[in-house]
């Protein structure tokens, strides 16, 4: 059965440095999504992206994060200056259509373990 | 932001019996609901799903039952296996994002 992938499964980073998490959707799929969750709170909604755009996004995607297809089998998601408060388990998605108007359920990743020391 | 509650954090049922996971939500714009499984260092996989103009969907041993005018669904897993253990999540959607409730971790007892 198709997956989404997600590298890597684990990143450190020190407070202030860039990183770019990265995920491969599954290929007829036409929607993405960015989800996190930190230990011990729920899954958030970050960002969701279509025709190369970004349809949605939450409060918590201000302008240290962006989202990027840059070609046609990856998906990013960059934070530029981390905080230690972005640490958290980042959770790639994606779906066939969008839902509500088809039974099209969001595939998830097996996310990357981001850690700000 | 508690539009969706899991209010049971664990639940242990004897292998074979039913399970039942409760999930209420605040949000009546909420047109789709999903239920995912979610076991350690992976994430969360589908299991079934329901809009809001059905009240019941089966698939197998699950079967969400939603009650529009509680703001209540429910998953039903029968008979419950050992490898149903793990933490299940309860989802919601309007427009493109998922709202998520904390999760029941669920543990069947062989």
């Known amino acids: 059965e198709p997956e989404v992938t997600q590298t890597p499964s684990h990143q450190v980073t020190q407070m202030g440095q860039e990183v770019i998490l990265r995920c491969v959707p599954i290929?007829?799929?036409?929607?993405f999504y960015w989800y996190r969750q930190i230990l011990g709170q729920k899954v958030e909604f970050l960002v969701s992206?279509?025709?190369?755009?970004?349809?949605?996004k939450s409060e918590i995607f201000d302008d240290q994060f962006s989202v990027e297809r840059p070609d046609g089998s990856n998906f990013t998601l960059k934070i530029r200056s981390t905080k230690l408060e972005d640490s958290a388990m980042y959770f790639c998605a994606s779906s066939e259509a969008l839902r509500g108007y088809y039974n099209s359920p969001l595939h998830f990743g097996n996310g990357t373990r981001l850690t700000v020391t | 932001d508690q539009q969706v509650k899991q209010n049971s954090p664990s639940l242990s049922v004897q292998e074979g019996r039913i399970s039942i996971l409760n999930c209420d939500y605040t949000?009546?714009?909420?047109?789709?609901f999903l239920w995912y499984k979610k076991y350690p260092a992976e994430g969360p996989t589908f299991l079934i799903s329901i809009s809001s103009i059905k009240d019941k969907n089966e698939d197998g041993r699950f079967t969400v039952f939603l009650n529009k005018s509680a703001k209540h669904l429910s998953l039903h897993i029968v008979p419950s296996q050992p490898g149903d253990s793990a933490v299940y999540f309860c989802?919601?959607?309007?427009?493109?994002?998922?709202?998520f409730g904390t999760g029941t971790r669920l543990a069947v007892r062989p």
């Open positions: 989802a919601a959607s309007s427009g493109d994002k998922l709202t």
């Open positions: 290929s007829n799929h036409l929607y």
């Open positions: 992206f279509y025709n190369n755009e970004i349809s949605e």
């Open positions: 949000n009546s714009m909420f047109d789709y």
